[in-house]
């Protein structure tokens, strides 16, 4: 069966710092993978998507970026952190490109003071 | 762009009680539509979704949806809730952009259930 990680769970850092979630899904292969940030109220916000290695779209632009370095692992990051940053981060993943479901992972609260 | 709208941020119920949960989207050419579940401290998963035939699509745990296109509607009932059902809960439409496809996720309604 297919599984999706992600750490830290939760985290905290200092305004300027740099960032790196990290998210791997095992039991299968060519995922679409994807990052959303969830926000009290605002629901979930995609904010990367990638359909393969080296592969990642952008949907919002912001501080952030994201890689994919091998097929099962996603990566989010930032050089320096903003206090808007902050929030509840979830990555997904869907069978290739269909995204007719995707599973979650638990999430990584971050919390940028 | 498509987009999804929630017409209840927060929605309080007694056990037993019939339970319906607003969902719309902007979108006129055929749809793809999700309830998805953040029950609390769960990762979140799928409730239901429709593609294509019955409009009366049914879920897990005695939840349905009825997507009613000329209303651009998918609303999610529950004819008795129960405590447990206590979660906030997402609608989603699939939408196309670029060659692939994703989900937009409207704002969410958070679900409680009083005993």
């Known amino acids: 069966s297919q599984t999706i990680h992600q750490w830290p769970a939760t985290l905290v850092q200092p305004v300027g710092s740099p960032l790196s979630l990290e998210c791997t899904v095992e039991g299968t292969s060519n995922p679409n993978l994807y990052w959303y940030r969830q926000a009290a109220g605002r629901g979930l916000q995609l904010l990367f998507y990638?359909?393969?290695?080296?592969?990642i779209s952008s949907e919002v632009p912001q501080n952030l970026s994201a890689s994919r370095p091998q097929d099962r692992q996603f990566i989010l990051s930032s050089k320096k952190l903003l206090l808007s940053d902050s929030g509840f981060y979830l990555c997904?993943?869907?069978?290739?490109?269909?995204?007719?479901?995707?599973?979650f992972g638990p999430g990584t609260r971050l919390t940028v003071l | 762009a498509q987009s999804v709208s929630q017409h209840n941020h927060h929605v309080i119920l007694s056990e037993a009680a019939s339970l319906e949960l607003g969902c719309n989207y902007s979108y006129g050419g055929t749809v793809n539509l999700f309830w998805y579940v953040q029950y609390p401290g769960q990762h979140l998963q799928l409730l239901l979704k429709y593609f294509s035939g019955d409009p009366l699509v049914k879920g897990i745990k005695g939840f349905e949806a009825e997507f009613i296109k000329s209303k651009f509607s998918f609303n999610l009932r529950k004819p008795s809730v129960q405590w447990s059902d206590t979660a906030e809960y997402f609608c989603?439409?699939?939408?196309?952009?670029?060659?692939?496809?994703?989900?937009?996720f409207g704002a969410g309604t958070r679900l409680a259930v009083h005993p």
């Open positions: 997904a993943w869907s069978k290739e490109r269909r995204a007719d479901t995707q599973y």
């Open positions: 990638s359909v393969g290695i080296g592969q």
């Open positions: 989603a439409v699939r939408s196309r952009s670029g060659g692939y496809n994703k989900l937009i």
